[in-house]
Nanobody, 121 residues
Framework: VQLQAFGGGLVQTGGSLKLSCAAS????????VGWFRQAPGKEREFVAA????????YYGDSVKGRFIISRDNTKNTGYLAMSSLKPDDTAVYYC???????????????WGQGTEVTVSS
């Protein structure tokens, strides 16, 4: 699976943005999709994950209630809809895939290039 995240940009505090993760390969529809982010000088942080069928989702505490993860397996694409954005959400956002439990943040074997999100105050 090859992944490419896109849709980042500059947004004001309180604004919204929707990221996409386009995948190539046959295993996307059977894989868990996760989103992670890394801010300058900080460690990578788990953001959200969605099960292969889209039924189950799991969120990091810092984004619960503000971000929504989804996917469209017919388009081999995952999404991360972000709202009520804060300056602390500024980071490079990455999508990744794995097989298995959405509640564990390890095991992601395929990673895309990130897309940068900047939230201005």
């Amino acid at each position: 699976v090859q992944l490419q995240a896109f849709g980042g940009g500059l947004v004001q505090t309180g604004g919204s943005l929707k990221l996409s993760c386009a995948a190539s390969g046959r295993t996307f529809s059977s894989s868990t999709v996760g989103w992670f982010r890394q801010a300058p000088g900080k460690e990578r942080e788990f953001v959200a994950a969605i099960s292969w069928g889209g039924v189950s989702t799991y969120y990091g505490d810092s984004v619960k209630g503000r971000f929504i993860i989804s996917r469209d397996n017919t388009k081999n694409t995952g999404y991360l809809a972000m709202s009520s954005l804060k300056p602390d959400d500024t980071a490079v956002y990455y999508c990744a895939t794995k097989r298995g439990d959405i509640t564990t943040i390890d095991g992601y074997g395929h990673w895309g290039q990130g897309t940068e999100v900047t939230v201005s105050s």
